[in-house]
């Protein structure tokens, strides 16, 4: 009797479905001038039942929302991807969600929470080790209190900025006082100038670091700014431990499911600092036109363990 039981269980898991519906919301099918060339739905639906959706598809009725003739709370899993300036619909999906029980994961975060003002007071309640920030608006700032406090060269930031953008060095104390006077209504990020060897970005899923890779100013004494997009170099490297803790507890404090924390660590020392944390960092990083610095197969494998453990 047991060998027919076994049998005709053997019976039942082979004609039930291995996947599980998922739902990914705006999630590319790959990374721009990727070398890989890895076609990322391809991928995914070898691995799960996928169906794949631009946030502007949704449809909000009342108490659903809708994709086409579905309802999403037809499927097992949501994935949200890159929020972009929907983050309207990320915080509605989201909230759904959760009322329907549906498991999702995040790759990106509300808007709220994409911003520096909010990430680095976040941090700071949260003991992880930051560079000396002052954020305020410029007509608030008296130059001489900013370099007492931070000492010159000053690293000026916009609030918003990204890939470099809108970071500046001020030099000397008339350089500040020209900037604070040319941007007297505006609210901007003064840091301590930290001299380094370059700066580092840690990519974490889940609290689990996939891996790192350490970014460095082409000809610092030209740039001062370590980012890839301006010309710096990138390779993956092993990171002490002491800095794998600290990208994980800022990844934490942070709440995010993905994360790209951004470290530097300060030239002649052991101090590591937090920059920032990117909630939707592009892993599949490569040296410009030469080889890929890591494969996005391990990140959608990463992925696709999550999504089946949290649906079986």
């Known amino acids: 009797m047991k060998k027919v039981l076994d049998y005709a269980q053997f019976i039942n898991e082979k004609s039930s479905p291995d996947k599980g519906k998922v739902l990914f919301v705006s999630f590319g099918k790959s990374e ?35 994709l086409g003739n579905k309802n999403v709370s037809d499927f097992d899993f949501v994935f949200m991807g890159v929020v972009g300036e929907n983050g309207n619909y990320f915080v509605t999906l989201e909230k759904y969600c959760e009322d329907n029980k549906i498991p999702i994961f995040k790759y990106g975060c509300s808007t709220e929470r994409n911003n520096k003002v909010y990430q680095n007071t976040t941090m700071s309640l949260s003991g992880i080790p930051q560079i000396p920030t002052i954020i305020s608006k410029c007509s608030l700032l008296k130059s001489e209190d900013l370099v007492k406090e931070l000492n010159l060269p000053m690293v000026t930031k916009i609030t ?37 060897e370059g700066d580092y970005r840690i990519f974490i899923i889940e609290q689990d670091i996939m891996y790192s890779i350490k970014r460095k100013s082409k000809d610092d ?51 590591w600092y937090v920059l920032e944390v990117n909630s939707a960092p592009q892993f599949d990083w490569e040296q410009k036109g030469k080889k890929s610095i890591a494969d996005y197969r391990d990140v959608l494998d990463k992925f696709v363990s999550i999504i089946k453990s949290k649906i079986s």
């Open 32 to 66: 721009k001038n990727s070398l890989a060339r890895v076609d990322y739905h391809k991928y995914l639906n070898t691995k799960l039942d996928c169906t794949f959706s631009p946030w502007e598809d949704l449809v909000f009725s009342e108490n659903k929302i809708l």
């Open 160 to 196: 918003n900025g990204s890939q470099g953008k809108g970071v500046e060095i001020q030099k000397t104390k008339m350089d500040l006082e020209k900037y604070l006077k040319k941007n007297k209504d505006e609210t901007i990020i003064f840091q301590k100038f930290i001299e380094n």
């Open 221 to 271: 004494k030209k740039e001062f700014r370590n980012n890839y997009s301006l010309g710096g170099t990138a390779e993956r490297l092993e990171i002490p431990v002491k800095a794998m803790n600290i990208a994980k507890k800022a990844s934490k404090a942070m709440g995010f499911d993905v994360s790209g924390v951004d470290l530097i660590k300060e030239k002649g020392t052991d101090n």
